[in-house]
């Protein structure tokens, strides 16, 4: 699915229609969304982590980020500019999502550069998936500059790797998540919405040569 195409009209923001683009849709968005802070915390994301989540969509994971994450702290983009109009307004009209302040941005071709911010953990949940290969480079090239040493980057649905695409970078695939089991030793996938023919496996994590 092209995500970029996708328009959203005032009655589709009203009622929500916007959940039935993402996987799950509308019965799974909660439990979907509050799965990627789950994963996150589990691999020893904290309150004081600075979070770029690339491809946030009409925030269901931001949600519950914004909410654990340091005032400040979480920044949102998305190639969609509907999808950012929706996570802004989710923001605006929640008192305590308000007042963390997120980021939320329209970002086109992974330009995080001029977010002008170093992020310490970056999430893209199902989007490198979505891309070719000379998106999936200028993804690495641009989300290298705006991430500090000690950073950790995760990618779902990575079924799509090629050591290649870190070749020119100081970047390096630390480890492959290949199942729930490596997460945690009694996580169900399936009470967090997602039937046993979807996965979200390897999930991938990216960080700095040594």
């Given at each position: 699915m092209d995500y970029s195409a996708?328009?959203?009209?005032?009655?589709?923001?009203?009622?929500?229609?916007?959940?039935?683009?993402?996987?799950?849709?509308?019965?799974?968005?909660?439990?979907?969304?509050?799965?990627?802070?789950?994963?996150?915390?589990?691999?020893?994301?904290?309150?004081?982590?600075?979070?770029?989540?690339?491809?946030?969509?009409?925030?269901?994971?931001?949600v519950h980020f914004?909410?654990?994450?340091?005032?400040?702290?979480?920044?949102?983009?998305?190639?969609?500019?509907?999808?950012?109009?929706v996570a802004r307004e989710t923001a605006a009209q929640d008192p305590v999502l308000h007042k963390k302040s997120p980021k939320l941005e329209h970002v086109e071709n992974f330009n995080f550069p001029r977010l002008d911010s170093a992020f310490?953990?970056?999430?893209?949940?199902?989007?490198l998936n979505h891309c070719d290969v000379p998106m999936r480079r200028t993804f690495f090239e641009k989300i290298s500059q705006v991430i500090a040493p000690e950073s950790k980057i995760y990618l779902t649905h990575g079924h799509w790797w090629q050591d290649s695409l870190l070749s020119h970078l100081p970047l390096t695939l630390k480890r492959s998540i290949a199942s729930p089991r490596e997460i945690a030793p009694d996580l169900d996938m399936q009470k967090w919405g997602w039937p046993p023919k979807e996965s979200i496996f390897p999930i991938l994590e990216v960080a700095h040569r040594p």
């Open positions: 996708i328009k959203l009209s005032d009655a589709d923001i009203q009622n929500s229609g916007y959940k039935q683009y993402l996987g799950g849709g509308k019965e799974h968005w909660e439990t979907r969304g509050a799965f990627q802070l789950y994963f996150l915390q589990r691999v020893g994301l904290k309150p004081h982590d600075r979070l770029l989540d690339a491809g946030c969509g009409p925030l269901r994971s931001g914004i909410h654990y994450l340091d005032a400040g702290h979480y920044c949102g983009i998305d190639i969609n500019p509907d999808f950012i109009r310490t953990c970056v999430l893209a949940f199902s989007v």
